[in-house]
């Protein structure tokens, strides 16, 4: 498996990784998932070198997770997600490539901070912790349990209300 940024000849490809991986808790039609990410494409706040494929040896794309800029108060962060797994192929690590590479990636940009809506146990994994005891406060306070953060390079985690790229909003 092989972890790169997205190209736009991926698009469709990602579209679908996303709406696979989404579709079961979709309700009555598309994943919600899918139409954000294809408003987060469109956005100002979208990190091409940021947003990455996960692709098999025949170059078939299994995995996508697209990273945004957000803001925490009024310092730059970064937004990971949605992150998605083709199902027949989740739980063979590809997830937990597509995470590393972003934190890596985004550390490498200078980056001081990654934050995502998510799993504790799964997240937890790479060095994130509920955002509300790093005293970041989630758009929506229902989320605070699933809602993490982690510091990035060595930087201390700023305080503050966090926002997503204006695409998150319009959920």
Known sequence: MRVRPETPSDRGAALAVIESAFAAGATGGRPVEAALL????????????????????????????????ARIGSVPSLGLGPVGILPEFQGRGIGSLLVEESIYRAEKLGE????????????????????????????????????????????????????????????
Do not use: C, K
């Open 38 to 69: 294809e408003q987060l494409w469109a956005s100002p706040a979208y990190l091409p070198a940021l947003s990455l494929v996960a692709e098999d040896d025949d170059g078939a794309i299994r995995g996508y997770v697209i990273t945004t800029r």
């Open 112 to 171: 001081t901070s990654l934050v995502l809506l998510g799993s504790p146990t799964f997240y937890g994994r790479f060095g994130f912790a509920r955002a509300d005891e790093r005293g970041v406060h989630p758009p929506d306070p229902a989320w605070r349990e699933h809602f993490m953060i982690r510091a990035l390079g060595g930087n201390r985690v700023p305080v503050g209300a966090f926002r997503y790229a204006a695409p998150f909003e319009a959920l």
